[in-house]
């Protein structure tokens, strides 16, 4: 589960910052995303962890499982580092070993057990939660920057929080017609397509592993209390101590992975049409080796020439017509990472 979700959240990432910014609440970012096919494996890779995470909700407390989808951040990271040359500073895998000794002490403090039925005064508050969330979520959908992405990461975390109590609750049933009948089942999908589209658009605003961080953050500590205090979670008598420190380290974990987050995922087609001032010119038309590129989330990060396609990489000669690089050869404006 932990690797599935690891996968989804780094091939769902990379999907969103090629998709035209949504700066409002739109449905159709998900039908533009599902053009992509990264984001449909990614989307694979995310039900796949769901599945598992169901059976295993069938059992362990929320407080475990939640606790372990957060840790696929940090295999989101390491495969960064694998595949798409990330650099993780000290302090980013300083807290990837604190979260693996956080879920570490989770684990050897949970107890199985069956979940509680939900009574029909939960199912009211877990619907007014997905109303609750979709109005929120129309207002932070007009927050841009580091404000954005945290804002609608936190409001997907508690969608994905409300959807992990629906399944802990649907995993206790002893037969399967039983889940399909059960109202539940169907807000538990409206409560993961909300989280769906909100998360995909935090990732569009900001470094992504803070979108991620604010996500798992947010559906990790609500669920885990809701988990203790009314769906029968149970902690092993006197290991209640590792308990407290697993999900303090696991919290702490994800919360300074959104702190000290770096851009990471850089997007050539993000680029400017046109240099505005001539001193931009020089910068333009001899970049270095290590070329520069705007990233999705408005910073600049080092990219290598073999990360950037040809037409990146070949030279072409510039002048400047009415304030713009312009090519000699087709009239057209240049752009600025050439």
């Known amino acids: 589960m932990i690797f599935a979700y690891g996968c989804a959240n780094l091939l769902q990432s990379i999907a969103a910052t090629r998709t035209r910014r949504c700066n409002s609440m739109q449905p159709s970012l998900l039908l533009r995303l599902c053009n992509q096919r990264v984001y449909l494996f990614g989307v694979g890779f995310q039900i796949l962890g769901f599945t598992l995470a169901f059976f295993a909700r069938r059992d362990l407390p929320l407080f475990l499982v939640q606790a372990s989808v957060a840790a696929g951040?940090?295999?989101?990271?390491?495969?960064?580092?694998?595949?798409?040359?990330?650099?993780?500073?000290?302090?980013?895998?300083?807290?990837?070993?604190?979260?693996?000794?956080?879920?570490?002490?989770?684990?050897?403090?949970?107890?199985?057990?069956?979940?509680?039925?939900?009574?029909?005064?939960?199912?009211?508050?877990?619907?007014?939660?997905?109303?609750?969330?979709?109005?929120?979520?129309?207002?932070?959908?007009?927050?841009?920057?580091?404000?954005?992405?945290?804002?609608l990461g936190s409001l997907a975390g508690l969608a994905f929080g409300a959807a992990a109590v629906d399944s802990r609750v649907l995993a206790g049933a002893h037969h399967w017609s039983t889940v399909v009948t059960h109202p539940l089942l169907y807000l538990l999908f409206a409560h993961a397509l909300l989280g769906q589209l909100l998360v995909?658009?935090?990732?569009?605003?900001?470094?992504?592993?803070?979108?991620?961080?604010?996500?798992?953050?947010?559906?990790?500590?609500?669920?885990?209390?809701?988990?203790?205090?009314?769906l029968?979670?149970?902690?092993?008598?006197?290991?209640?101590?590792?308990?407290?420190?697993?999900?303090?380290?696991?919290?702490?974990?994800?919360?300074?992975?959104?702190?000290?987050?770096?851009?990471?995922?850089?997007?050539?087609?993000?680029?400017?049409?046109?240099?505005?001032t001539a001193a931009d010119v020089p910068a333009a038309a001899h970049m270095p080796a290590a070329a520069v590129v705007p990233a999705a989330v408005g910073a600049w990060v080092p990219v290598a020439d073999s990360d950037l396609p040809e037409w990146v990489t070949q030279p072409v000669p510039l002048r400047m017509s009415a304030g713009h690089?312009?090519?000699?050869?087709?009239?057209h404006r240049a752009r600025p990472a050439a």
């Open 232 to 276: 029968g979670d149970q902690i092993r008598p006197g290991r209640e101590w590792a308990a407290a420190l697993g999900f303090g380290c696991t919290l702490a974990a994800v919360l300074g992975m959104a702190r000290f987050a770096r851009p990471q995922l850089a997007q050539v087609d993000s680029a400017p049409a046109h240099v505005s």
């Open 200 to 230: 995909g658009m935090a990732m569009q605003r900001g470094p992504i592993t803070v979108a991620v961080a604010a996500m798992d953050a947010a559906s990790t500590a609500p669920a885990a209390i809701i988990g203790l205090l009314l």
């Open 73 to 151: 951040l940090g295999v989101m990271a390491l495969l960064g580092v694998a595949f798409l040359k990330w650099r993780l500073p000290r302090a980013e895998v300083a807290l990837l070993a604190l979260l693996g000794i956080g879920i570490g002490a989770l684990v050897l403090s949970a107890k199985p057990g069956v979940a509680h039925r939900l009574t029909p005064a939960g199912f009211v508050v877990l619907l007014a939660v997905l109303v609750v969330i979709g109005v929120l979520g129309f207002f932070a959908a007009r927050l841009h920057g580091a404000a954005g992405t945290a804002s």
């Open 325 to 331: 690089v312009t090519s000699p050869e087709n009239g």
